[in-house]
C-alpha cells in the first residue's frame, strides 16, 4: 500500500500550484480521500477530502474557494489545485485515505485516515 504525494514547490502569493498523489496497492475507488497539510511547529490539519465516488468534497474554512480536490478513480489519482495562494498556506501537504469503506459523510480527522503518504513542501512566499 502506498500513497505517493507530488507537486509541491516555490510559488509567490497569490500563486496556484496543482499536487497530485498516486496510489496503489489497495481499491482505491472504495475509499474517500483527504488532503492535510502541517507546519512548522504545528498539527497536521485537514484541509480537503472527496468521497468515493466525486460525489461530495469537503474543505476546511481556510481554504474554501480557493482550493480544489479532484479524483480519477481510473488512475487511482487524487488532486489538489489550489488558487491564491497565501503564506500561511505554506506546509507540508499530506495525501491520506479514509479507513471507512464507501464513506461519504462529513466528518474527517487524523483518526479516521488509515494511510498517508510522504508529504511533498509548499512554501508561498515572495
Not at 70 to 76: D, F, H, I, L, T
Not at 81 to 96: I, W
Request: proline residues 2%.
Amino acid at each position: 500500500v502506498q500513497l505517493q504525494a507530488s507537486g509541491g514547490g516555490l510559488v509567490q502569493p497569490g500563486g496556484s500550484l496543482a499536487l497530485s498523489c498516486a496510489a496503489s496497492g489497495f481499491t482505491f475507488s472504495r475509499y474517500a480521500m483527504a488532503w492535510f497539510r502541517q507546519a512548522p511547529g504545528k498539527e497536521r490539519d485537514f484541509v480537503a477530502a472527496i468521497t468515493w465516488s466525486s460525489g461530495l468534497s469537503y474543505y476546511a474554512d481556510s481554504v474554501k474557494g480557493r482550493f480544489t480536490i479532484s479524483r480519477e478513480n481510473a488512475k487511482n489519482m487524487v488532486y489538489l489545485q489550489m488558487n491564491s495562494l497565501k503564506p500561511e498556506d505554506t506546509a507540508v501537504y499530506y495525501c491520506a485515505t479514509d479507513r471507512r469503506i464507501f464513506y461519504s459523510g462529513s466528518d474527517y480527522n487524523r483518526e479516521v485516515m488509515e494511510m498517508w503518504g510522504k508529504g511533498t513542501q509548499v512554501t508561498v512566499s515572495s
